[in-house]
Nanobody
């Protein structure tokens, strides 16, 4: 049974930083593509960053230079380091992993709110 559990969300002021973590269990995900998506109120879910070793990470344009995705494959954990946060970054952030056969697994989401 594959499970993804996110943590690290919260309330932060504009310009602040947060680190999201996602622990993946039930698979050895070093061969999986992993990523972070977000969904703001009234908007569609969108990709934020994706990582698939050994390829270069992908970032959505609005987060380039501010967000960094990384993975600890030994610890089965994916991270999203977020800095210079803006109110437009407010959303529920979801961790995903996709198997080589195409099955996508989602976490339950963690709320990030950027407000003064």
């Amino acid at each position: 049974q594959v499970q993804l559990v996110e943590s690290g969300g919260g309330l932060v002021q504009p310009g602040g930083s947060l680190r999201l973590s996602c622990v993946v269990s039930g698979v050895v995900f070093s061969s999986f593509a992993t990523g972070w998506y977000r969904q703001a109120p009234g908007k569609e879910r969108e990709v934020v960053a994706r990582l698939h070793h050994p390829f270069s990470p992908f970032y959505e344009d609005s987060v380039k230079g501010r967000f960094t995705i990384s993975a600890d494959y030994a610890g089965n954990t994916v991270y999203l380091e977020m800095s210079d946060l803006k109110p437009a970054d407010t959303a529920v952030y979801y961790c995903t992993t996709q198997s080589p056969t195409g099955t996508i697994y989602w976490g339950q989401g963690t709320q990030v709110t950027v407000a003064s």
